[in-house]
């Protein structure tokens, strides 16, 4: 009997562990990273991440508003970002092409922020209620011009927390918008979730700068290691901030070589440490020769399969990527190089198996198994490719 | 202190073409925060894109430059998240109203704290001289060669049916009024909403025959007139200057800080230990 003793640790430790939709678990991943301020929009699948966070929010000293459009929901949280503080808006497929406009202004001007889509089915309003994968080069492209970005995804709701601890992480470190690319079924469904302890996750703040009052500062200077040290708009350094491309002070420069020079930085400091930003799970990989590459949602059918086909003695294994952009070309290409076969799993027409291709030694022996009507991909479905692919007869 | 310590020397001369009246307008607005005395690190000017938006490159405050028509929707992220900083956001006409009407509607409905600017040109500047919602009928522009059919936005009505608490118009040629009203509308607490006109010599002027910008600010003196002027009166045609509104109304960043007691009331109240964890575990500086 002692055993239930409630001691105030105990409480603490079931008040922990929830039962939730993958929105509230990217909710509760935003708020132990630290998120202090929400601007949104609603639109399913994503809205109840607005709806918790208007509840949460100012428990917790933080503001949440809700903006007239997708297009102001992002310019609030860019403005939110540089007065120091971690910042997050959620939306899905029409909403996220609103914000590309300003998505592009948050990598120019280097501002962190998160930006989560839980995709639907589309083009267009699509399919409000149901699931697709289909934003991925949304993420990739959306806003012109070249640029580099960041976009994580998780396919169980532990996953999802933490992979939204990490997407603060990641914008803080390099000054950069982060794209959560989660979608219906994940953000819909229930599962349990067991929020860690304080500090049991590490959590990177603000990086803010050391100049001192009345020397100058450079906001746009990166320091040898590519990072930017911030300062917080209201503190002592008042800079300037924009879109065009700009000198190391933030003021526009249509300079060649400041030109160059910026997009590069901007490109580099995330294509070059594409190694360090890369997030996967291996399921069933070892010595795996039909590798099943997939993430989100589909990653679970493909785990499910992957479990099942194993049991009877196949080797096949799963390779679930969390990273999709920068695309983890290294990854794929060293867990594919003994593969007979690479099925990828998404309900798109195929937009990660595209970049499979490109990046593996053998493409033509890269395959597709995807759904496009709206539906959760099945491992029958996976199956049957597979048997195909094996020459086994369906 | 002295208007050049109120700017960036270091990126003189400005881009306006001689004559713009944007340049006046940003005289103002220097004066007026200097007569107000206030502190530089507190003031943010945020703005959008033309050629009225580039007046945030020059002013030593913290300065956002952000996109066509959403320097108020990036303003409101600053303002709320810090609300002790006081906003200042020039706009264009086809910045604030055409493309950044909708942002610039619910600004007003919010009632927060925010000073709207608008540099009123009729006229796309920096795109070449193109209408603008606030051209009007029968005006040229080069995408209007057989004149313009479109009605304009009034902005001083617009502004306070949509629920701005400050709502004032002047031209560049009063230039002494626009820094009273701006000084007005920087100590307003809610959204206060100022229309100047200016002038694009270089593309309103030239099509449609106004003259050079001493012309151009002569018509601005002839065709407007103070509220509650005799010359108003006797002639309703002219265009009104002066304050229209200046009401007392509640602030939304007040409010939401009412929000934010509430809500941490009632988590205190109903689960005092998991709040006790959160508080120990969490900065919160935005009260
Ligand atoms: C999304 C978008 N659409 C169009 C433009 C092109 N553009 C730049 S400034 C401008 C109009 C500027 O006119 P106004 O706001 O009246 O300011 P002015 O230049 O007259 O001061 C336009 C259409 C743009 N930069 N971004
Ligand atoms: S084009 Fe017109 S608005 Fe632009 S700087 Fe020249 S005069 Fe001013």
Redesign the pocket.
């Known amino acids: 009997m002692t055993d239930n003793i409630k001691t105030d640790e105990n409480v603490i430790k079931t008040n922990n562990i929830k039962f939730v939709q993958g929105n509230e678990a990217c909710v509760e991943g935003a708020l132990y990273a630290g998120i202090n301020f929400f601007a949104g929009y609603p639109i399913t699948p994503s809205t109840e991440i607005a709806e918790l966070l208007s509840k949460r929010l100012p428990e917790k000293g933080g503001k949440f508003i809700q903006m007239e459009d997708e297009i102001a929901s992002m310019c609030a949280i860019i403005g939110a970002s540089l007065t120091g503080h971690k910042v997050m808006t959620a939306t899905s497929g029409p909403g996220f092409s609103l914000k590309q406009?300003a998505l592009g202004y948050a990598c120019m001007a280097e501002i962190p922020c998160v930006v989560v889509d839980v995709q639907r089915g589309g083009p267009s309003t699509g399919n409000p209620t149901h699931v697709s994968q289909g934003d991925i080069y949304q993420a990739r492209w959306g806003t012109h011009g070249d640029h580099a970005i960041i976009a994580l995804t998780a396919s169980n709701h532990q996953d999802v927390f933490e992979i939204t601890v990490d997407a603060f992480n990641l914008a803080e470190t390099y000054r950069t918008p982060v794209i959560l690319l989660f979608d219906e079924v994940i953000g819909h469904m229930r599962e349990k979730l067991v929020i860690p302890e304080q500090g049991k996750l590490p959590i990177v703040d603000r990086l803010r700068t050391s100049v001192k009052k009345g020397v100058d500062y450079h906001p746009y200077l990166p320091r040898e290691d590519g990072r930017l040290p911030m300062s917080d708009f209201g503190g002592e350094h008042r800079y300037n901030v924009t879109g065009l491309f700009h000198d190391m002070w933030g003021f526009p420069s249509n300079n060649p070589k400041v030109v160059r020079e910026l997009l590069h930085h901007l490109i580099d400091k995330i294509d070059n440490n594409a190694h360090a930003i890369t997030r996967y799970k291996e399921h069933y990989l070892e010595g795996a020769e039909y590798v099943l590459i997939s993430y989100g949602s589909s990653a679970r059918s493909a785990i499910h399969l992957a479990k099942n086909r194993r049991e009877r003695g196949e080797k096949v294994g799963v390779l679930e990527l969390q990273s999709i952009w920068p695309f983890p070309e290294a990854l794929v290409r060293e867990k594919c190089a003994n593969a007979k076969a690479v099925i990828v799993v998404e309900m798109n027409m195929g937009q990660v198996m595209k970049e499979v291709k490109a990046c593996v030694d053998n493409p033509s022996k890269v395959f597709l198994a995807n759904r496009i009507d709206n539906k959760l991909i099945t491992p029958t479905n996976i199956k049957t490719l597979l048997r195909m692919i094996q020459g086994r007869g369906v | 202190m002295a208007i050049k310590d109120y700017i960036r020397q270091r990126y003189f001369p400005q881009m306006w073409c001689p004559g713009c009246g944007?340049g006046t307008i940003l005289n103002a607005l220097l004066r007026a925060v200097d007569e107000l005395g206030l502190d530089k690190n507190s003031i943010v000017m945020t703005s959008?894109?033309?050629?009225?938006?580039?007046i945030s490159g020059y002013v030593d405050f913290h300065s956002l430059h952000t996109?066509?028509?959403r320097a108020l929707a990036f303003a409101t992220g600053v303002k709320l998240s810090k609300p002790e900083l006081k906003l200042l956001v020039p706009?264009?006409?086809?910045?604030?109203l055409?493309?950044?009407g909708n942002h610039f509607i619910h600004a007003a409905r919010r009632n927060i704290d925010i000073t709207a600017i608008i540099?009123?040109?009729?006229?796309?500047?920096?795109?070449g001289g193109?209408y603008?919602p606030?051209s009007g009928p029968g005006k040229k522009a080069s995408t209007a060669p057989y004149t313009t059919i479109d009605n304009q936005f009034d902005v001083v009505n617009l502004s306070i049916a949509a629920g701005a608490s400050f709502v004032a118009r002047s031209t560049t040629y009063h230039v002494l009024e626009c820094v009273d009203i701006l000084k007005r509308a920087i100590q307003h607490k809610g959204f206060s909403v100022v229309e100047i006109l200016?002038q694009?010599p270089t593309?309103y002027g030239r099509k449609n025959k106004e003259g050079d910008a001493v012309q151009m600010l002569e018509f601005q003196k002839k065709t407007t007139a103070k509220l509650g002027s005799k010359a108003l009166e006797n002639d309703p045609t002219l265009i009104p200057r002066g304050v229209f509104v200046d009401i007392d109304a509640p602030e939304y960043c007040e409010e939401y800080d009412k929000i934010m007691k509430r809500a941490m009331k009632e988590t205190l109240q109903k689960e005092p230990l998991k709040n006790f964890g959160n508080q120990a575990n969490q900065t919160c500086d935005m009260a």
Do not use: F, K, P
């Open positions: 406009e | 944007h959008g894109i033309g050629c009225s938006a580039r996109l066509h028509g706009m264009g006409d086809g910045d604030a055409a493309i950044g540099m009123n040109n009729r006229i796309y500047g920096m795109t193109q603008s606030l200016s694009c593309h």
